[in-house]
């Protein structure tokens, strides 16, 4: 369903982003990403890595006591696997060119492409991020400016604290309290590795002394949670008691697919919305058109009365001068009563003295000029949408109008896919 929406805006031809570009549209049409991204911090060994490696299940990521992701790493699915660094990455993941702002960031950053389909993880995206220590480690980068930068971009963030004490580092803490302040709805807290902690007595102690800490400085503290969890094949192989120790690791794979449907219905949501605004701006501008297209209508008649009120006037110059050109003896027509008229009006004429001539053949002049010159204005002709260019904006809405339709299509796939999966359930 993801790639169904994203193929819809993306499509060469009439994606719902490049119809949106052409129409102007802000805010503009964004293709979903395909993926949900998973942001996992903590402090340095508290088994960000071993998580990554245990959900895609492949060794991916290095793990260790020692310090091994010193950058910042997207684990990613793909056909093959392979390594991408820097510029590439950024290539790769156009939604992370933010990144590209903070100085030194780019040399460290690396993704690791893995073929594996375990779970969902060609839905998913992760993120592992360097352990948090304090003392007088120099990071290459501004790394709390970083994970701030990551966690804008983030679906879920995955905050781990090890049950070994060093999840009570001054960093990590104020690390936390930031990201609550803006993030607080995607934060998961959880305890890892606690296998290692087999005695109930001592773990109750360490969730209790994590729990004090981290209440202290969020905001949501009335509805903090920190589940324990811890890789279940590393607990058979190093620990026999893991048994006792209670494990909701399976809970985090839910709140992952949990996510990832709650994106696919968001990116629905988003593009019916989307589709609608398309709609609703060419409906605009073929309304505005509309319009013009009356308004050069009135202006055409306007300015045809004003011009042919203003040949009125050399027209009355033309007889004029005939009337100056006729001499004494045209008169005599005057006998004919049809003429007679006419010849009070050039005897009144000639009856001017010539200054007066001269006045009234500028005002002529000067009044035509004039009702010229408004003429022009008042003619002038807003540009409106050709034929071809109203075919193109009924194409595009009718482009519009088949993906909502889709939309329809892809929700009833939801809901199809979630009535088999209650009755698989239920069975």
Known sequence: ILKSVYDIYSHKQDGLRGIAEALDLEPPCLPPRKRITVLIIGNHSAGKSSFINWYIGEHIQKVGVAIETSGVTIIHSGKKKESLRGEATLQLFEHLSPLREIPRLVDHLATEVASSKDRQFSLVDFVDTPGLVDGNLQYPFDVDKVLEALAK????????????????????????????????????????????????????????????????????????????????????????????????????????????????????????????????????????????????????????????????????????????????????????????????????????????????????????????????????????????????????RRKAQDSLKRQTELYQEISTSQSTQSSTDST
């Open 153 to 396: 971009l983030a679906d879920l963030i995955f905050v781990f604290f090890d049950p070994i004490g060093k999840s009570l580092t001054s960093r990590t803490m104020n690390v936390v309290e930031k990201l609550n302040e803006n993030h607080a709805e995607k934060i998961r807290y959880y305890m890892t590795k606690a296998d290692t902690v087999p005695d109930d007595g001592d773990r109750q102690k360490v969730l209790i002394q994590i729990t004090q800490n981290l209440t202290a400085r969020i905001k949501n503290a009335h509805a903090f949670d920190l589940p324990t969890i811890y890789i279940p094949t590393k607990a058979i192989e190093g620990n026999k008691e893991q048994g006792k120790v209670f494990n909701k690791i399976d809970d985090v794979v839910k709140d992952i697919e949990k996510t990832i449907n709650l994106s696919v219905q968001n990116s629905l949501n988003n593009l019916g919305g989307d589709c609608r605004r398309i709609i609703s701006r060419i409906d605009e501008l073929e309304r505005k058109d509309r319009e013009q297209q009356k308004k050069n209508f009135r202006a055409f008649l306007q300015g045809l009365l004003l011009r042919i009120a203003a040949y009125i006037f050399p027209l009355l110059t033309i007889a004029y001068a005939l009337v100056n050109a006729l001499d004494d003896s045209t008169y005599r027509v005057c006998n004919y009563p049809q003429l007679k008229h006419v010849c009070r009006g050039v005897s009144t004429v000639k009856a001017l003295d010539p200054d007066t001539r001269k006045y009234l053949l500028g005002g002529n002049i000067l009044t035509f000029a004039i009702l010229w010159l408004i003429s022009a204005y008042v003619w002038r002709k807003t540009a409106t949408f050709s034929k071809k260019e109203l075919n193109m904006l009924r194409e595009r």
